[in-house]
Structure formats: structure tokens, C-alpha cells
């Protein structure tokens, strides 16, 4: 059974960059395409983007300029980096394995919690 | 952009209760695309039914999904107290991949 795991600060300052990784267990990172989705505190969720080991990507128009992914194979992770970050950007960041057989999303993490704030 | 609208906001039910949920979309969306997912207080959401209709691992059968084109229900045979919960629409059909605001089920 796929497992995914969440880390990086909880805390970032106005203007400067989140940065979060997802640990994937049980399964090669190789195989699916790996999404972030945010929620921010009492709203709903909203998609960010997906990255897969071959370097394709493909972002959400309303972030694309500030998101970066990646895929590190040797560690079996995949990263989000959200650059020039305010206040709206806090919200529980979700990593989250796409199910292509049945185009949705079945195994999501935990959830980590960033605030930005000074 | 497709806009999944989702109603009611809230629907105040009570155990053994039907419930009934809309997600309506501001283009069609091919029914393969269509997804529901269920979430808890603290805790990430959970895939429900995907392909519109179709329950996933797990899930029992007082869940079920209906719609096509722009108009999509989930439905809850018979409310049990641990499906109190919100309840999230999405599609896939066109990038970028968007959600509902959610169904808040209530007691």
C-alpha cells in the first residue's frame, strides 16, 4: 500500500519561497504522477500541480508562475517550491498519488500545515 | 476553466436519513472525469466514487454517483453517523483540474 508523507517548515516569511517534499513509501515514485493540492484554513481544496519522474509538469494557471516540481528518483520524493509567498498562500499543502485507472486521486497524505507569516 | 458549483452548501440531516448532493458543472465534463471525495475534520480527503458512478475500494453501497454532461449527484442511501463529513466534487476532463467549494452534511 502506497504511503505519503508531507515535511518542510511551517512557517514562512512574506516574499520568500515554501518549500515542502513528499516521501512516497510502498511503491516506485517512477510509476504514477504526483499532484500538490492546498487547502487554506476553512475553504476548500485547490490543485497546484503534477510532476512525474520523466519531467513532465503541468501547473495551474493561477500559480504556474511561482511553482516549481520535482522528482528525485534515488530518494523516492517529489518536491514543491512556491516562490514570493503571502499571507494567502497559508493553507494545509496535500501530496497526493494520481490514480490514472480511474483518473482521481486514491492515496493522499496526511497534510502539513504553512503559515505565512512575519 | 470548468466551474464545479456545488449545492446545497449545508444540508442538516439526521442518521437514516437520504441525502442527496449536486455538483453542477460550467461545461460538460465527460462522466470518466468526474470524482467524488469525502473529508473529515483534520484529516485529508478520501477518494469516494470515481468515473462518476463508480464506488472505490472500500467504499460501501449506500454511496452511489449518477450525472452526465453538467449535472452530477451523489447520493447517501441512508445517513450513517460516521458520513457526517464535507463532500467535494471534482473534474479532470480539462486542465486545469478543479474542485467544487463543497457539501457540508450536518447532523
Known amino acids: 500500500q502506497v504511503q505519503l508523507q508531507e515535511s518542510g517548515p511551517g512557517l514562512v516569511k512574506p516574499s520568500e519561497t515554501l518549500s515542502l517534499t513528499c516521501t512516497v513509501s510502498?511503491?516506485?515514485?517512477?510509476?504514477?504522477?504526483w499532484n500538490w493540492i492546498r487547502q487554506p484554513p476553512g475553504e476548500g481544496l485547490e490543485w497546484i500541480g503534477y510532476?512525474?519522474?520523466?519531467?513532465?509538469?503541468n501547473y495551474n494557471p493561477s500559480l504556474k508562475s511561482r511553482v516549481t516540481t520535482s522528482v528525485d528518483t534515488s530518494k523516492n520524493q517529489f518536491s514543491l517550491k512556491l516562490s514570493s509567498v503571502t499571507a494567502a498562500d497559508t493553507a494545509v499543502y496535500y501530496c497526493?498519488?494520481?490514480?490514472?485507472?480511474?483518473?482521481?486521486?486514491?492515496?493522499w497524505g496526511r497534510g502539513t500545515m504553512v503559515t505565512v507569516s512575519s | 476553466e470548468i466551474v464545479l458549483t456545488q449545492s446545497p452548501g449545508t444540508l442538516s440531516l439526521s442518521p437514516g436519513e437520504r441525502a442527496t448532493l449536486s455538483c453542477r458543472a460550467s461545461?460538460?465534463?465527460?462522466?470518466?472525469?468526474l470524482v467524488w471525495y469525502q473529508q473529515k475534520p483534520g484529516q485529508a480527503p478520501r477518494l469516494l466514487i470515481y468515473?462518476?458512478?463508480n464506488r472505490a475500494t472500500g467504499i460501501p453501497d449506500r454511496f452511489s454517483g449518477s450525472g452526465s454532461g453538467t449535472d452530477f449527484t451523489l447520493t447517501i442511501s441512508r445517513l450513517e453517523p460516521e458520513d457526517f463529513a464535507v463532500y467535494y466534487c471534482?473534474?479532470?476532463?480539462?486542465?486545469?483540474?478543479?474542485f467544487g467549494g463543497g457539501t457540508k452534511v450536518e447532523i
Open positions: 468515473g462518476a458512478s
Open positions: 510502498g511503491d516506485s515514485i517512477s510509476s504514477y504522477y
Open positions: 461545461q460538460s465534463v465527460t462522466s470518466t472525469h
Open positions: 497526493a498519488k494520481w490514480a490514472g485507472s480511474l483518473e482521481a486521486f486514491d492515496i
Open positions: 471534482q473534474q479532470y476532463g480539462s486542465s486545469p483540474l478543479t
Open positions: 510532476t512525474h519522474h520523466s519531467g513532465s509538469t
